[in-house]
């Protein structure tokens, strides 16, 4: 069964502060499909990222980066020298290949709450 | 790029009353469409996806419905509400062929 588990309910930290954000998977399938996405207290969720189960490169953005290990089903997010705009709940979903790729349904984590405080 | 359009914003409702929540989708053709439910504090709930035009699926049961009349449309609705249908519902959108959803920016439900 599909499942994502971010252990981290709440995560607070002071500004310039390094901090991550751990994810972990669970799937039966060799294809499948992880994402981040960043829910500000506005309430949209932004995506960040995606990464596919064949590609193992770990990715930097800016102050983001993210380290994906097949070895562990995991896939963690660390911002590095944190700012109070980073303060959202973060979270980390997984797709499968659904048969002909036609649902593409997320299974999300329950999501870290992030407070960066100045 | 997509554009996901959600409406009203709030809505503070009776329970028993309706609810017809409406999204739209801008820039892309045959998405497949979402509807998720964020209780307070708490995680996202799939209560629907559509893969086409009258195409729905029920991720869980209850009093809620979905309808997609056209392609980039997707409505939410309910004959009476109840309190537990309090909640963020926010829709989604996934491009043909693609991979990422992309979420509009959510409404506010209370219902007292």
């Known amino acids: 069964a599909q499942k994502v588990t971010q252990a981290q309910t709440e995560i607070s930290v002071v500004e310039k502060e390094d901090v991550t954000l751990d994810c972990v998977y669970e799937?039966?399938?060799?294809?499948?499909?992880l994402f981040w996405y960043k829910q500000p207290p506005s309430g949209e969720l932004v995506f960040l990222i995606r990464?596919?189960?064949?590609?193992?490169q770990n990715e930097i953005s800016g102050r983001y980066s993210w380290n994906f290990q097949k070895s562990t089903s995991s896939f963690n997010f660390t911002i590095t020298a944190s700012q109070v705009v980073d303060s959202a709940v973060y979270f980390c979903?997984?797709?499968?290949?659904?048969?002909?790729?036609?649902?593409?349904?997320?299974?999300f984590g329950k999501g870290t709450k992030l407070s960066v405080k100045p | 790029s997509q554009t996901i359009h959600q409406w009203p914003a709030t809505l503070v409702q009776p329970v028993g009353s309706p609810l017809s929540l409406e999204c739209t989708v801008e820039?892309?053709?045959?998405?497949?469409l979402y509807w998720y439910r964020q209780a307070a504090g708490r995680g996202l709930q799939l209560l629907f996806y559509?893969?086409?035009?009258?195409?729905i699926s029920s991720e869980v049961p209850q009093n809620l419905s979905a309808s997609r009349p056209q392609d980039r449309q997707f409505i939410l609705s309910s004959k009476k509400l109840l309190l537990s249908d309090s909640g963020f519902y926010l829709c989604?959108?996934?491009?043909?062929?693609?991979?990422?959803?992309?979420f509009g920016p959510g409404t506010r439900l209370t219902v007292t």
């Open positions: 989604a959108s996934r491009r043909d062929r693609g991979y990422e959803q992309y």
């Open positions: 799937t039966r399938d060799t294809t499948y499909y």
């Open positions: 990464r596919n189960s064949f590609d193992e």
């Open positions: 979903a997984l797709s499968e290949e659904a048969l002909g790729g036609s649902q593409g349904n997320l299974i």
């Open positions: 820039g892309t053709s045959n998405p497949n």
């Open positions: 559509s893969v086409g035009i009258g195409q």
